[in-house]
Every structure is written in structure tokens, then in C-alpha cells.
């Protein structure tokens, strides 16, 4: 009977043996990590215009509007870039847009903490052009970038959106940019990839990354601001592309589904304070 049970054990080792073998990038991916940092967070004073359909009453809001940096084995990807140092331990009223920003952690600082500088970021990774997402890009100028060719091009129109920071599409302009044309493989292992999910704006985008414990995450850039315009499906009156939109979503509703994939709702506050604080992360 023992024998009988080590024979069945020996071959089910070799099963499982055989079965990693076929399948090395399972290992690999134990490499891949999600950080979550905090850049800021900016109160909305009216949510109104986050539903095109008058889900939302006239009330405010809190949004976080944090950066994420993802460790491949090929290097480090850092995605959104929130607000910028000079809103650091300040509260500023921002009327042209509506809302309060303000920052309470130093994005350089953080980086120091997981014994990083800005020069070790090989890839920095915009889901959009607004000023909630690009609040640091002077700090890395010698990554490479990686932007949606229209999203490029939307921060360079004339007259600027009015969510553009004037400054960003001069920041930009030296460095060394991939202007990508829908979806992307950032590291070209197939664990990180950013998504085409324009409607919010032309070049909109959104990540999704392999981890190698908790499977597929997504990154939501601003596909959707809320937990509730998720359920809801609600989109902001201000999108761009209401019609695009709706394709971003059921595109990126598609992947969830078929992976078991974890949603991020990159300026839902609960959804970031349910992530692991630096130094720890989601793998
Ligand atoms: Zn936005």
C-alpha cells in the first residue's frame, strides 16, 4: 500500500514537474510586484458632472490620486504621477477645475524608502494627460515614456484642454518618448500591459499587470473616478468620447472577467486604502 501510494506520488511529482516546466513564465512572474504610492489627493466640490445622466447629486467628493510603481525583472515602471511637490504640506484651491489639492508625501521621498532615485525609473507610463496624473514629470527626465500618440498629441493641442497643465507638453518635449498606438507590452514579457481605453480622453489608457500571487490587476487611470460609476456604469459629462467610452469599459470588462482580474479605481480613495502601504506591496 505504501509502495503503491509513493508510486502514485512519484508519478503526480513528475506530473507537476513536467507541468512547470511547460510553463516557465508562472515562475518568472514571482518577480513582478505592485507599489502603491501616495501623490496626493484633490476634493472635488461638485461630483454632478461625473455622470452624464444625472446619477450624482451636487455633492463633494475625496480622490485620491496616487502613483503606482511596478517592479518587473526587467526594471521599473512607474505609472501616473499625481499631483506635484509644490502642493507638498499645502492645501490649494484650484477654481478653474472645481477641487482642493493637496499632497502630503514627497514622491521622491518614497522612492528613497524602497532605495530608489528618480535615474533608477527605466519606464515612467501616462494613462492620461490631465494635471492629476502628470503633477511630477520633471522629476524623470531621463526614462522613457510611454504615451498614447493622441494623448500626446491632446496635450499639445491648441487652445490647451482645459484639464492640461500648461506646463507638461514643454516638460515632455526633450524627453525620450514611445508614442504607442494602442495597446502595449511594456517590459515584453507579456506581465505588463498598458491598454488602449481611450473615451475619457482621445489617448486614454489603463494597465494591466500579472502578478504572480493575486493574478491580474488593472489600473484603471480615469475609465472610471468612482466605485460607484463602476456599478453604475456612469460617464462623466466632460468625457471626450462618450461612445469610445463605453467600448473602453466593455473592453476592460471583458479582461476582468475572463482573468478574475482585480479592478483599481485609481482615485477611489477605499479602493487605494485597501492596497499594501510602502514598503510593503501586492504581488
Ligand atoms: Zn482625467
Given at each position: 500500500m505504501k509502495t503503491k501510494l509513493s508510486i502514485i506520488g512519484t508519478i503526480f511529482l513528475t506530473f507537476l514537474i513536467t507541468a512547470s516546466a511547460a510553463k516557465p513564465a508562472i515562475k518568472n512572474n514571482q518577480d513582478v510586484r505592485l507599489y502603491t504610492l501616495d501623490c496626493g489627493s484633490v476634493t472635488v466640490h461638485d461630483i454632478a458632472p461625473f455622470s452624464s445622466t444625472g446619477a450624482y447629486p451636487h455633492e463633494s467628493a475625496q480622490f485620491s490620486t496616487p502613483c503606482f510603481l511596478i517592479k518587473d525583472s526587467k526594471g521599473w515602471l512607474l505609472w501616473d504621477l499625481g499631483m506635484g511637490e509644490q502642493y507638498l504640506g499645502r492645501t490649494v484651491e484650484d477654481t478653474k477645475h472645481g477641487v482642493s489639492i493637496t499632497a502630503k508625501k514627497s514622491l521622491i521621498q518614497q522612492l528613497k524608502v524602497l532605495g530608489l532615485s528618480p535615474n533608477d525609473?527605466?519606464?515612467?507610463?501616462?494613462?492620461?494627460?490631465?494635471?492629476?496624473?502628470?503633477?511630477?514629470?520633471?522629476?524623470?527626465?531621463?526614462?522613457?515614456?510611454?504615451?498614447?500618440?493622441?494623448?500626446?498629441?491632446?496635450?499639445?493641442?491648441?487652445?490647451?484642454?482645459?484639464?492640461?497643465?500648461?506646463?507638461?507638453?514643454?516638460?515632455?518635449?526633450?524627453?525620450?518618448?514611445?508614442?504607442?498606438?494602442?495597446?502595449?507590452?511594456?517590459?515584453?514579457?507579456?506581465?505588463?500591459?498598458?491598454?488602449?481605453?481611450?473615451?475619457?480622453?482621445?489617448?486614454?489608457?489603463?494597465?494591466?499587470?500579472?502578478?504572480?500571487?493575486?493574478?491580474?490587476?488593472?489600473?484603471?487611470?480615469?475609465?472610471?473616478?468612482?466605485?460607484?460609476?463602476?456599478?453604475?456604469?456612469?460617464?462623466?459629462?466632460?468625457?471626450?468620447?462618450?461612445?469610445?467610452?463605453?467600448?473602453?469599459?466593455?473592453?476592460?470588462?471583458?479582461?476582468?472577467?475572463?482573468?478574475?482580474?482585480?479592478?483599481?479605481?485609481?482615485?477611489?480613495?477605499?479602493?487605494?486604502?485597501?492596497?499594501?502601504?510602502?514598503?510593503?506591496?501586492?504581488?
Open positions: 525609473i527605466r519606464f515612467v507610463g501616462l494613462s492620461h494627460a490631465h494635471f492629476d496624473h502628470t503633477g511630477n514629470a520633471s522629476l524623470f527626465p531621463n526614462a522613457v515614456w510611454l504615451i498614447e500618440e493622441q494623448e500626446y498629441a491632446y496635450a499639445n493641442r491648441s487652445p490647451l484642454p482645459s484639464s492640461v497643465d500648461s506646463t507638461t507638453a514643454i516638460t515632455l518635449k526633450p524627453y525620450h518618448k514611445i508614442l504607442l498606438k494602442g495597446n502595449y507590452d511594456v517590459f515584453g514579457d507579456g506581465k505588463v500591459e498598458i491598454l488602449y481605453t481611450p473615451g475619457h480622453t482621445p489617448g486614454h489608457a489603463s494597465l494591466e499587470i500579472h502578478l504572480p500571487h493575486t493574478g491580474v490587476v488593472i489600473l484603471s487611470g480615469d475609465l472610471y473616478h468612482m466605485r460607484k460609476s463602476y456599478v453604475l456604469k456612469q460617464i462623466p459629462s466632460f468625457n471626450t468620447d462618450p461612445a469610445q467610452t463605453k467600448a473602453s469599459m466593455e473592453k476592460v470588462d471583458a479582461i476582468l472577467k475572463n482573468s478574475k482580474g482585480r479592478l483599481v479605481i485609481q482615485h477611489d480613495a477605499s479602493d487605494i486604502a485597501a492596497l499594501p502601504q510602502i514598503p510593503n506591496y501586492l504581488d
